[in-house]
């Protein structure tokens, strides 16, 4: 018995590690991936509140959604792949510049700086429009324009362009890449230069400065120059953009994380470095400027990250097996398995604090629900289902056949519903019996136990009986047809041929022996229980999981939906197990063969 | 004088469905159940005939005739916009040319000889139905106005003819301010000005297109995971045993809600899809464990001796056999599924679009409007019973200890 037990327990810890792999895989491959669900379309984007765009960084720092699942080879990128995909952003950006004008009056034959000038054309449209003596064509054209301008900027609806779309996922990838490109946007930040063509025809190119033979004034009007034997324009707004979103990003980007989490258990030297990694976080997120910022401001930001730079170079510096290590371990599998080990399910966005801490504030209101209604679903099934079998196919076992099969198709949210109009104080009815909703009503500090358990089981009637009715169909129904067996077996017969009443025929015979298969179904009633106290707990206003869980999901906290779906299946799991131990212990045939 | 030969008539053994439902019909309750079943379809299928502020039949000023509302069932977005609406419009205009369809070619090759004249007969028919196929196709296209014309404000002006449903109500109206039971709004109008009687008929679309589609799905899967498992065994027995006992583990009102809790804008399908993906442990626990007393039985090994291929026994030979218990789990899924559509929605995680049952409840509970909390409820309690009863009756029905 004792090797059955251990073994069983044994065979549990796979099974809690495929559960944590399962909400791996949920996590990362569930349907509109919370990465893309954040940045659905541009305008809802520029809407989203500091605090939900916060909140999704937390949650994708925690879950390490920024890194790739399983192997890390971020070693590999080259300066140019940032470029490609700052200047993928620059030349989207709508916000119009000074000194844009002059820009593309030097450059004028260079197509993709019109092309940037069209967004920021809104006003001067609407100028033209209000002009007088427009003909009706002038003006229709004039307003389709102008209207399909402002359509893609105000309407959330339309889904974003592919444009848009390319736009968002090189954000999303810069932002991911984290401190890995720190040197390489230093680089850009320095002497980033965007070159177009003169004569209008092929693609631009990005170079640094130091690839050209002359380094170029940008504060003056430019000439045309010559470049790996063409001659090229440069494109200032791109070049301004592009150096700006470096700067923007490595404000972001060159933050560390802390080293532990956990104010409590941390030593001091640990304390010490978090401190000294929070007050450095703090400074150079400070260190940006405005896109039209003077010249002088912007160089003298820039020549802050190039000091800071130069002393945290060893940062960024990589050894052959430290890149090794950092293929394997910087990766969202690794993270995820090493934060689990620890118990730390990240931080809860709404409530701002550890979600473990939070989901054990909440569990054991759950934990009540579901074991007191486990007790209270077998207390009323199992009578039934004996009184059903002793009297088969008689009118109780009809009655309570039909009862039950009743209470069975009862949704139990709408019976909550109807309890609660009818049975509490909501509507001032005759029967206003028990209380609307809530746990209990006084303070538990300032009653005596026995206060405490009376105001409790006045509040918990209503929940539990809207939990436990659904389950006693099934339970009572197996304990019939359990019975049902026995009592047709011989050793029934030979209890009643020898005189003993029969009662004690059922009781002591029967009984005992046909009840052994209704403790399988503890392994799914308690799943069942579980899923639907959330209900029961969102109607009655019970502040359990189910009722963290509701309003994690309208409050978008993912890292509260996850270790709730964590917790809820490991709690599930232990109830298998005891389900599963009890059954063995009842019935010595039991073996894990 | 001739003396006919009398003909032995061999009569053929009745099918096991046959004897199947003739246990079936036994059950007074399940009968009923079967009835409320398809009174629900009925009404999910023709509740555009019932309620619509389109008309079905239109004369315009200069007298021209048209069809708006046929037109409107499938073409146009600013009336019925959803999935689930336009599959059952689908239905209602498919349903009467496949009935004629039937009438007209399958009933009258049936069981002839194909004579010249036959064929004849037949392609005459055919041209018959054709046209009235085009007929058909004519009165949609006739037309179509102003996709967002209120007709109903033309109607009450012009003199012209129309026709339209009883209630000239669509289920997204909050046209006329609140009011109480009448005869214009059968169960009076919510704090929104929605008819609650149009909202509750279309939801009945909603439950039973997710109860069928989830069910369909999950069925599917498990039917094929556990054939896999009880057939092969082995490897795949391995594989999928532990994946059941995997998903078992997690509560599974968690586990949608916590894909519902993933979605940008939770729609009708979603739900579906998410229900079918999460409830396959079931059927397949249930297929496997068929499969598995199958395929050691004499007609599996007969199958095999004849050196059919696996694919061939397992669908013509030992899926037929398991085809009961399927069905009867799949009957008690469409009520759980229900109920699970009708909580998500209760708990507003549902289609904020469609007039879902649960979603009518929890409006009710808001505003404390008793009546409206009933109806919802008692239609979702309707439901439930009818596939719950149905189920037991199918169950009954299929065990041979049992017969009568």
Same mark, same amino acid.
């Given at each position: 018995?004792?090797?059955?037990?251990?073994?069983?327990?044994?065979?549990?810890?796979?099974?809690?590690?495929?559960?944590?792999?399962?909400?791996?895989?949920?996590?990362?491959?569930?349907?509109?991936?919370?990465?893309?669900?954040?940045?659905?379309?541009?305008?809802?984007? /520029?809407? +989203?509140?500091?605090?939900? &765009?916060?909140?999704? =960084?937390?949650?994708?720092?925690?879950?390490?959604?920024?890194?790739?699942?399983?192997?890390?080879?971020?070693?590999?990128?080259?300066?140019?792949?940032?470029?490609?995909?700052?200047?993928?952003?620059?030349?989207?950006?709508?916000?119009?510049?000074?000194?844009?004008?002059? /820009?593309?009056?030097?450059?004028?034959?260079? /197509?993709?700086?019109?092309?940037?000038?069209?967004?920021?054309?809104?006003?001067?449209?609407?100028?033209?429009?209000?002009?007088?003596?427009?003909?009706?064509?002038?003006?229709?054209?004039?307003?389709?324009?102008? @209207?399909?301008?402002?359509?893609?900027?105000?309407?959330?609806?339309?889904?974003?362009?592919?444009?848009?779309?390319?736009?968002?996922?090189?954000?999303?990838?810069?932002?991911?890449?984290?401190?890995?490109?720190?040197?390489?946007?230093?680089?850009?930040?320095?002497?980033?230069?965007?070159?177009?063509?003169?004569?209008?025809?092929?693609?631009?190119?990005?170079?640094?400065?130091?690839?050209?033979?002359?380094?170029?004034?940008?504060?003056?009007?430019?000439?045309?120059?010559?470049?790996?034997?063409?001659?090229?324009?440069?494109?200032?707004?791109?070049?301004?953009?592009?150096?700006?979103?470096?700067?923007?990003?490595?404000?972001?980007?060159?933050? =560390?994380?802390?080293?532990?989490?956990?104010?409590?258990?941390?030593?001091?030297?640990?304390?010490?470095?978090?401190?000294?990694?929070?007050?450095?976080?703090?400074?150079?997120?400070?260190?940006?400027?405005?896109?039209?910022?003077? %010249?002088?401001?912007?160089?003298?930001?820039?020549?802050?990250?190039?000091?800071?730079?130069?002393?945290?170079?060893?940062?960024?510096?990589?050894? %052959?097996?430290?890149?090794?290590?950092?293929?394997?371990?910087?990766?969202?599998?690794?993270?995820? @398995?090493?934060?689990?080990?620890?118990?730390?399910?990240?931080?809860?966005? =709404?409530?701002?604090?550890?979600?473990?801490?939070?989901?054990?504030?909440?569990?054991?209101?759950?934990?009540?629900?579901?074991?007191?209604?486990?007790?209270?679903?077998?207390?009323?099934?199992?009578?039934?289902?004996?009184?059903?079998?002793?009297? !088969?196919? +008689?009118? /109780?076992?009809?009655?309570?056949?039909?009862?039950?099969?009743?209470?069975?198709?009862?949704?139990?949210?709408?019976?909550?519903?109807?309890?609660?109009?009818?049975?509490?104080?909501?509507?001032?009815?005759?029967?206003?019996?028990? %209380?609307?909703?809530?746990?209990?009503?006084?303070?538990?500090?300032? +009653?005596?136990?026995?206060?405490?358990?009376?105001?409790?089981?006045?509040? @918990?009637?209503?929940?539990?009986?809207?939990?436990?009715?659904?389950?006693?169909?099934?339970?009572?129904?197996?304990? &019939?047809?359990?019975?049902?067996?026995?009592?047709?077996?011989?050793?029934?017969?030979?209890? &009643?041929?020898?005189?003993?009443?029969?009662?004690?025929?059922?009781?002591? !015979?029967?009984?005992?022996?046909?009840?052994?298969?209704?403790?399988?179904?503890?392994?799914?009633?308690?799943?069942?229980?579980?899923?639907?106290?959330?209900?029961?707990?969102?109607?009655?206003?019970?502040?359990? @999981?189910?009722?963290?869980?509701?309003?994690?999901?309208?409050?978008?906290?993912?890292?509260?939906?996850?270790?709730?779906?964590?917790? #809820?299946?490991?709690?599930?799991?232990?109830?298998?197990?005891?389900?599963?131990?009890?059954? #063995?212990?009842?019935?010595?045939?039991?073996?894990?063969? | 004088?001739?003396?006919?030969?009398?003909?032995?008539?061999?009569?053929?053994?009745?099918?096991?469905?046959?004897?199947?439902?003739?246990?079936?019909?036994?059950?007074?309750?399940?009968?009923?159940?079967?009835?409320?079943?398809?009174?629900?379809?009925?009404?999910?299928?023709?509740?555009?005939?019932?309620?619509?502020?389109?008309?079905?039949?239109?004369?315009?000023?200069?007298?021209?005739?048209?069809?708006?509302?046929?037109?409107?069932?499938?073409?146009?977005?600013?009336?019925?916009?959803?999935?689930?609406?336009?599959?059952?419009?689908?239905?209602?205009?498919?349903?009467?040319?496949?009935?004629?369809?039937?009438?007209?070619?399958?009933?009258?090759?049936?069981?002839?000889?194909?004579?010249?004249?036959?064929?004849?007969?037949?392609?005459?028919?055919?041209?018959?139905?054709?046209?009235?196929?085009?007929?058909?196709?004519?009165?949609?296209?006739?037309?179509?106005?102003?996709?967002?014309?209120?007709?109903?404000?033309?109607?009450?002006?012009?003199?012209?003819?129309?026709?339209?449903?009883?209630?000239?109500?669509?289920?997204?109206?909050?046209?006329?301010?609140?009011?109480?039971?009448?005869?214009?709004?059968?169960?009076?109008?919510?704090?929104?000005?929605?008819?609650?009687?149009?909202?509750?008929?279309?939801?009945?679309?909603?439950?039973?297109?997710?109860?069928?589609?989830?069910?369909?799905?999950?069925?599917?899967?498990?039917?094929?995971?556990?054939?896999? $498992?009880?057939?092969?065994?082995?490897?795949?027995?391995?594989?999928?045993?532990?994946?059941?006992?995997?998903?078992?583990?997690?509560?599974?009102?968690?586990?949608?809600?916590?894909?519902?809790?993933?979605?940008?804008?939770?729609?009708?399908?979603?739900?579906?899809?998410?229900?079918?993906?999460?409830?396959?442990?079931?059927? $397949?626990?249930?297929?496997?464990?068929?499969?598995?007393?199958?395929?050691?039985?004499?007609?599996?090994?007969?199958?095999?001796?004849?050196?059919?291929?696996?694919?061939?026994?397992?669908?013509?030979?030992?899926?037929?056999?398991?085809?009961?218990?399927?069905?009867?789990?799949?009957?008690?899924?469409?009520?759980?599924?229900?109920?699970?559509?009708?909580?998500?929605?209760?708990?507003?995680?549902?289609?904020?679009?469609?007039?879902?049952?649960?979603?009518?409840?929890?409006?009710?509970?808001?505003?404390?409007?008793?009546?409206?909390?009933?109806?919802?409820?008692?239609?979702?309690?309707?439901?439930?019973?009818?596939?719950?009863?149905?189920?037991?009756?199918?169950?009954?029905?299929?065990?041979?200890?049992?017969?009568?």
């Amino acid at each position: 018995m004792a090797r059955y037990i251990l073994k069983r327990i044994l065979l549990m810890i796979p099974t809690m590690a495929m559960i944590a792999i399962v909400v791996f895989g949920i996590i990362n491959l569930a349907p509109g991936n919370p990465g893309q669900a954040t940045n659905a379309s541009g305008s809802e984007r /520029a809407d +989203q509140n500091a605090n939900s &765009r916060e909140g999704f =960084r937390l949650f994708k720092e925690h879950y390490n959604l920024d890194k790739p699942i399983l192997l890390n080879f971020r070693y590999r990128l080259q300066r140019a792949d940032v470029e490609q995909h700052l200047h993928v952003i620059a030349s989207n950006m709508a916000t119009p510049i000074a000194g844009e004008r002059e /820009a593309l009056a030097v450059g004028a034959t260079a /197509a993709s700086v019109i092309s940037n000038i069209a967004n920021a054309d809104v006003t001067a449209l609407r100028a033209e429009l209000t002009k007088p003596g427009l003909d009706a064509a002038a003006k229709e054209a004039l307003t389709d324009k102008l @209207m399909a301008m402002e359509v893609v900027e105000l309407d959330p609806i339309r889904p974003p362009k592919p444009a848009a779309k390319e736009v968002f996922a090189a954000e999303e990838e810069v932002e991911n890449w984290g401190l890995t490109i720190v040197p390489f946007l230093i680089q850009i930040a320095q002497g980033y230069i965007r070159l177009e063509p003169a004569d209008g025809k092929g693609e631009g190119l990005s170079v640094a400065v130091s690839d050209l033979a002359v380094a170029p004034d940008l504060s003056k009007p430019l000439a045309p120059l010559e470049h790996a034997g063409k001659r090229w324009v440069i494109n200032r707004t791109i070049t301004e953009k592009v150096r700006f979103l470096a700067v923007q990003r490595l404000s972001v980007n060159a933050r =560390r994380s802390v080293v532990v989490h956990d104010g409590e258990t941390a030593t001091a030297e640990a304390k010490e470095a978090n401190r000294d990694v929070l007050t450095e976080n703090a400074e150079i997120s400070q260190w940006t400027y405005a896109l039209d910022a003077a %010249p002088a401001d912007k160089a003298a930001t820039i020549a802050k990250w190039t000091s800071w730079f130069t002393k945290a170079a060893p940062r960024f510096e990589r050894t %052959p097996v430290g890149t090794l290590v950092s293929v394997f371990t910087e990766t969202r599998f690794y993270k995820y @398995m090493g934060n689990l080990i620890v118990l730390d399910l990240g931080t809860s966005t =709404r409530f701002k604090r550890p979600v473990w801490e939070v989901i054990q504030e909440h569990w054991r209101y759950s934990i009540f629900l579901s074991v007191a209604s486990l007790f209270l679903a077998y207390f009323i099934s199992v009578p039934l289902g004996v009184l059903a079998a002793v009297r !088969h196919n +008689q009118f /109780a076992d009809r009655g309570v056949g039909l009862a039950l099969f009743v209470l069975y198709s009862l949704p139990s949210f709408f019976a909550a519903t109807l309890m609660q109009t009818y049975l509490t104080d909501a509507n001032k009815s005759i029967f206003s019996w028990f %209380p609307v909703s809530g746990f209990q009503a006084g303070d538990p500090n300032m +009653q005596t136990t026995m206060q405490m358990l009376g105001d409790m089981t006045w509040h @918990m009637i209503l929940p539990l009986v809207c939990l436990t009715y659904g389950g006693l169909a099934a339970i009572s129904r197996y304990a &019939r047809t359990g019975l049902l067996d026995v009592i047709r077996s011989d050793y029934v017969r030979t209890a &009643r041929a020898k005189g003993l009443p029969e009662w004690i025929v059922i009781m002591k !015979h029967a009984v005992r022996n046909g009840l052994i298969p209704i403790l399988t179904l503890l392994g799914f009633t308690l799943p069942a229980l579980i899923g639907g106290s959330i209900i029961i707990e969102h109607i009655f206003a019970i502040d359990g @999981m189910g009722k963290l869980m509701i309003t994690a999901i309208q409050f978008r906290d993912y890292n509260v939906i996850m270790g709730e779906l964590l917790i #809820a299946s490991v709690l599930t799991l232990l109830g298998i197990l005891l389900s599963d131990i009890s059954y #063995a212990l009842v019935d010595p045939r039991i073996s894990l063969e | 004088m001739t003396t006919q030969v009398p003909t032995t008539a061999v009569a053929e053994p009745p099918s096991y469905w046959s004897i199947v439902w003739g246990q079936y019909r036994k059950n007074i309750t399940g009968v009923v159940a079967v009835y409320i079943i398809l009174a629900l379809l009925v009404l999910a299928v023709v509740a555009p005939l019932i309620a619509s502020k389109v008309p079905l039949i239109w004369v315009s000023e200069s007298g021209k005739l048209s069809f708006p509302l046929l037109h409107a069932l499938l073409f146009n977005r600013n009336i019925y916009e959803n999935g689930v609406d336009l599959f059952f419009n689908l239905v209602l205009l498919a349903a009467p040319l496949l009935w004629l369809a039937n009438r007209l070619f399958v009933r009258s090759i049936k069981g002839h000889e194909v004579t010249r004249r036959r064929a004849a007969e037949t392609n005459f028919k055919l041209g018959l139905s054709l046209l009235l196929l085009l007929l058909f196709g004519g009165l949609l296209a006739i037309d179509p106005r102003s996709p967002t014309l209120d007709y109903r404000l033309l109607a009450e002006t012009s003199q012209h003819f129309s026709l339209f449903p009883p209630l000239r109500i669509q289920f997204d109206d909050t046209l006329y301010g609140a009011t109480g039971p009448g005869i214009r709004h059968l169960l009076g109008q919510d704090g929104a000005g929605r008819d609650i009687f149009v909202r509750l008929l279309f939801g009945t679309r909603v439950s039973l297109a997710v109860g069928v589609i989830a069910v369909s799905i999950y069925v599917t899967i498990g039917t094929i995971l556990g054939a896999l $498992a009880g057939f092969f065994g082995g490897t795949w027995d391995l594989i999928v045993s532990r994946l059941i006992e995997l998903l078992l583990c997690f509560p599974s009102f968690f586990l949608i809600l916590t894909f519902i809790g993933f979605l940008e804008q939770p729609s009708i399908f979603w739900v579906m899809v998410i229900i079918g993906f999460t409830g396959w442990t079931g059927p $397949a626990r249930l297929v496997r464990a068929e499969f598995l007393r199958l395929r050691n039985l004499d007609f599996v090994t007969a199958a095999r001796a004849a050196g059919l291929t696996d694919t061939r026994i397992i669908f013509r030979h030992v899926l037929p056999n398991a085809l009961g218990p399927i069905l009867v789990t799949a009957t008690f899924g469409v009520a759980s599924s229900v109920i699970v559509e009708s909580s998500l929605s209760f708990l507003g995680f549902g289609d904020p679009t469609l007039p879902s049952w649960g979603r009518i409840l929890a409006y009710g509970r808001d505003t404390s409007d008793e009546a409206m909390m009933l109806i919802a409820g008692v239609a979702i309690f309707v439901t439930v019973s009818a596939f719950n009863l149905a189920g037991e009756g199918l169950r009954d029905a299929l065990d041979p200890r049992l017969r009568k």
